[in-house]
């Protein structure tokens, strides 16, 4: 089977595509149930399942029954520090606590505290929150980015653009998810260690690497980096039932999609990457 011109071993690839997305690194981490706090609004913002975290930490049923204090383990990347910076974001119809800390990736308690909104869960249309984040510093995968050229916003969009005529994928999608990820950042590492403008997970890029385009790729090559996007995109819209369900599978996994539906979280993802989108067709 050839995708674009490209050998793809026809069997594997559609299997392992339902869960690539959100493939763990061997390394787990530990954190804290925030009150507020489920279960897939941590496994959005950890990029994992609720399924994996079902069976990492060994929860009863389908994980309902988390509480408020208990540890979990949520896979991680190793080692890293992080400072603390704010986002404001304006209430909009649809917007929940849990949603946004989904979105922002922080727990629903750390908003509540920084908007002094007390116990309640209750958000109102219009208010403008600031939105605490915790911007994780990887110290190995970021020092090697930093030893690198770090090409221009302007020169990671021309390669978006190139790459997805070569993979005849619609440009302005691939813009559109590049910019909701990362702004165009080849130095963006997200917290659960999601690199570049494009915002792999180094398992992805494993993936990718074997079963795809059957050479080892550096994620941390702004090229490379753009090529996994760019495949995992394509292979997306092909397996999926619609361009929103293949955006929706590139943020919270495509088999979490499909055996779930769209999170509040996602819905939000794909509405923004759909306007973006748009822009970029103009």
């Known amino acids: 089977m050839a995708l674009f011109g490209r050998p793809v071993r026809a069997l594997a690839v559609p299997i392992a595509l339902a869960a690539v997305i959100t493939g763990s690194a061997s390394a787990v981490a530990l954190i804290r149930v925030h009150p507020g706090d489920t279960l897939s609004a941590i496994a959005l913002r950890y990029h994992t399942t609720v399924a994996r975290l079902v069976a990492l930490n060994h929860l009863p049923g389908d994980g309902d029954l988390i509480y408020a204090g208990q540890e979990l383990k949520v896979p991680g990347s190793g080692p890293a520090h992080a400072k603390t910076h704010v986002v404001f974001h304006t209430v909009v119809a649809g917007d929940t606590l849990d949603g946004l800390a989904a979105r922002y990736h922080v727990s629903p308690a750390a908003i509540a505290r920084r908007n002094h909104l007390g116990s ?3 958000v109102v249309l219009g208010a403008r929150l600031a939105i605490p984040q915790r911007v994780a510093t990887h110290r190995s995968r970021l020092g090697s980015l930093a030893t690198r050229p770090e090409p221009s916003p302007d020169q990671i969009a021309e390669m978006i653009r190139a790459t997805a005529a070569k993979w005849r994928l619609d440009p302005a999608l691939a813009l559109a998810i590049s910019w909701q990820e990362s702004g165009w950042n080849m130095r963006e590492i997200s917290p659960v260690g999601a690199i570049g ?9 494993v993936f990718l690497s074997d079963d795809v385009l059957h050479r080892r790729l550096d994620l941390g090559d702004a090229q490379d980096n753009v090529t996994a996007g760019v495949a995992m995109l394509s292979l997306l819209t092909h ?14 996994g495509l088999q979490s999609v499909r055996e779930h539906g769209m999170f509040a979280a996602t819905k939000q993802y794909v509405a923004d990457v759909m306007s973006l989108r748009a822009h970029y067709l103009q």
């Open 239 to 252: 397996e999926a039932s619609s361009t929103s369900q293949a955006v929706a599978g590139y943020y919270q």
């Open 120 to 122: 309640s869960t209750v």
């Open 197 to 205: 403008a494009m915002q792999v997970m180094p398992a992805t890029g």
